[in-house]
């Protein structure tokens, strides 16, 4: 079946410093690809999307790229913030399965300041 | 606009026990879903819902049920309460068109116990 694959964590990173969380799927075709992020003691709530080949979803400062070739949709953001701590979830919708979604093991993030 | 609530936020069990997980969601979606997030796992579907009277399997369903009598609830049943089903619950909604990859709402979670 479909799987999604992210980084290992837990990642620590100083405030201030630039976040790249690598995230790659392996379903055909051109699924619709999510990050949700988890903060601490709350349910997952959506970050952004992207839903077709070289879209770029972005929100809050962070940004992921659609990319076909690579089958990846990796998370980047420039200045990362302590607020930014929390857990974060890449997702795609390949219509596949009960619900259609796959996810990831999912990255913790830990910004200190 | 409360969105999806669960309760209770934590639960402890012993082994053999029976108990049900509420969920509510006031947006009046139709598709209902409950996970189980273990730790470095992600989320596995637990069953699902299309809509009010329909309630289908997903991944891993042993040891659970579901009903679907409104729109709005959708609750989890534990019959046999077992070590295995310690883990972190998970309630979400979305609306009907699933076509336009409409995101899920999630609860806050259920933190159940199991001992």
């Known amino acids: 079946g479909d799987s999604v694959t992210q980084m290992e964590g837990p990642v620590t990173l100083s405030e201030e410093a630039f976040l790249t969380i690598n995230c790659t799927y392996t379903a055909t075709g051109y699924p619709s690809l999510f990050w949700y992020v988890q903060y601490p003691g709350e349910g997952l709530q959506l970050l952004l999307k992207a839903t077709k080949a070289d879209d770029k979803g972005s929100n809050k400062g962070f940004e992921a790229t659609y990319r076909k070739e690579t089958t990846s949709f990796h998370l980047e953001k420039g200045s990362v913030q302590v607020s930014d701590s929390a857990v974060y979830f890449c997702t795609e919708n390949s219509g596949g399965g009960a619900d259609g979604l796959t996810f990831g093991k999912g990255t913790h993030l830990i910004i200190q300041p | 606009n409360a969105g999806v609530t669960q309760t209770p936020k934590f639960r402890i069990l012993k082994i053999g026990q029976s108990m049900t997980l509420q969920c509510t969601q006031d947006m009046n979606h139709n598709y209902m879903y409950w996970y189980r997030q273990d730790p470095g796992m992600g989320l596995k579907l637990i069953y699902y819902?299309?809509?009010?009277?329909?309630?289908d399997k997903g991944e891993v369903p042993n040891g659970y049920n579901v009903s679907r009598s409104t729109t709005e609830d959708f609750p989890l049943r534990l019959e046999l309460a077992a070590p295995s089903q310690t883990s972190v619950y998970f309630c979400a909604s979305s609306p009907l068109n699933r076509g336009d990859n409409s995101p899920l709402h999630f609860g806050n979670g259920t933190r159940l116990t199991v001992t």
């Open positions: 819902s299309v809509g009010a009277g329909i309630t």
